[in-house]
């Protein structure tokens, strides 16, 4: 329990060295038919019947992939619910009892060391599209699908920046559980046939810069090191990343595998060892609850499907100011999805939740200040961009000729705005009109 004398803002500024809370689970869990990559789903169970932990109980269709989905308990299928998703959109969930007794699907069994040892690339990718795993640092993007790429891999970044605010919840898995990292990174080099896999970490955070040269100490020649990046944001976005690792510059349109490059989310990481070695999908993660809209903010192991509202009545002491309006985030504050209420589910890209106090802010005219153009990383002119969308009727040309498909929806041009424009609005907006034909 954490000591009364600590503030909330000392708690908030500490949580990234407090230990994480495992949280129990819950009564009920619900699993999410359809996400932000998938809009259809089969379910292959009726209610009332029995399911076990890691059984495939439907199937998602995305676009060019389908993904397997699996129950995170064992326990009896009770129907739907509505609920909002990671996505920020109001989905249907499958609702299981869960029985307690966590049995996994008794045709689940784990490989031996031996049978890890002689996976290659193909049989990797089967395993990881089997057990549907995807970008665990929120991009949710299928992890088979980046796998499969033809492109020699000559250099491996694992990604363990985390550059948004408030989220601490990778820095915890990486200080609480650096083995089943090493052993993820090891499997890629072994399919990747390569042997240069640089851990990049915010130059800042000197804890898990120490950490992880002496775990590595454990490895010797097997091409594992540590590599400190800057400590801006978003020094955590793939281009930004792969240009401080590396020194490439990977530009609009290509992939980083064109250029010998592989990069992964460290939890990402630790899933795939756990999908290679134990055949299990991501079945729990790690979370930041936090914001000065909670009175205990904390790290949690959260088993996925868990509900948010709980969690926070339950672990986190309750709202402060109950009666005051909250602003509900999904994600980092930056890029996440705004929330209109606590009816939300941990699914498997849930990297945090934060609740904050809602402050009214007066969006006043663009000045002209420059600061969005000054501060965008993909180098746009977020004011063009936004006027264009202001003008009717809307010049798509002119649209798409400011390149909006660039963005990388950081957030920092309506962050730097004087007004308190929302400019990245526009840019989203504009990148919907650059997508037509």
């Known amino acids: 329990m954490i000591s009364k004398a600590v503030t909330i803002a000392d708690t908030r500024g500490l949580l990234r ?20 990559r998938c809009g259809k789903a089969d379910v292959s169970i009726s209610e009332g019947d029995h399911v076990y932990q890691g059984q495939v109980i439907g199937v998602r269709h995305g676009a060019f992939f389908d993904q397997p989905i699996h129950a995170t308990c064992s326990g009896t299928f009770e129907g739907y619910e509505k609920h909002y998703h990671r996505s920020g959109k109001q989905v249907s969930f499958i609702k299981i009892h869960n029985d307690g007794k966590d049995e996994w699907d008794p045709s689940i069994k784990p490989r031996t060391d031996e ?73 890629l080099e072994q399919v990747y046939e390569c042997k240069d896999a640089r851990i990049c970490i915010k130059s800042k955070h000197k804890d898990l810069i120490l950490l992880y040269e002496e775990v590595l100490r454990r490895y010797p020649d097997m091409g594992i090191s540590v590599c400190p990046v800057g400590n801006f944001y978003p020094q955590g976005w793939e281009i930004a990343m792969i240009k401080s690792a590396t020194g490439i510059e990977v530009p609009t349109g290509h992939l980083p595998g064109e250029y010998g490059i592989a990069n992964f989310n460290v939890t990402t990481v630790a899933g795939i060892y756990q999908a290679a070695k134990y055949n299990h999908p991501v079945n729990e993660r790690l979370i930041t609850v936090t914001g000065d809209g909670i009175k205990y903010p904390t790290n949690f192991k959260v088993r996925v499907g868990t509900p948010i509202k709980p969690l926070i009545e339950r672990y986190c002491g309750g709202y402060v100011d109950p009666d005051k309006p909250k602003v509900f985030i999904l994600g980092g504050p930056m890029m996440g999805a705004s ?21 009214e802010q007066k969006e006043e005219p663009c000045i002209r200040c420059g600061s969005c153009v000054l501060s965008c990383p993909a180098h746009l002119q977020p004011k063009l961009i936004m006027d264009a969308m202001k003008s009717m009727p809307v010049d798509k040309e002119l649209i798409k000729s400011l390149h909006p498909l660039s963005c990388v929806e950081c957030g ?24 037509l034909p």
């Open 17 to 36: 060295y407090l230990p994480t809370v495992k949280a129990p689970v819950p009564e009920y869990l619900f699993i999410a038919t359809d996400n932000a």
């Open 115 to 187: 049978e890890v040892a002689k996976l290659t690339r193909k049989d990797l990718c089967d395993i990881l599209q089997q057990w549907s795993s995807v970008g665990l640092g929120g991009s949710s993007f299928p992890t088979a699908v980046k796998l499969k790429g033809e492109n020699k891999i000559n250099t491996i970044l694992i990604n363990g920046i985390e550059c948004e605010p408030y989220i601490t919840a990778d820095h915890r898995l990486m200080m609480e559980d650096p083995e089943d990292i090493i052993r993820g990174i090891l499997l």
């Open 339 to 359: 929330l209109p209420s606590d009816d939300c589910i941990v699914t498997k890209t849930v990297t945090s939740v934060i609740v904050l106090n809602a402050e």
């Open 412 to 435: 920092l041009c309506t962050y730097v705005c004087t007004s308190k424009i929302r400019v990245t609005d526009y840019v989203r907006r504009a990148k919907i009109v650059a997508k």
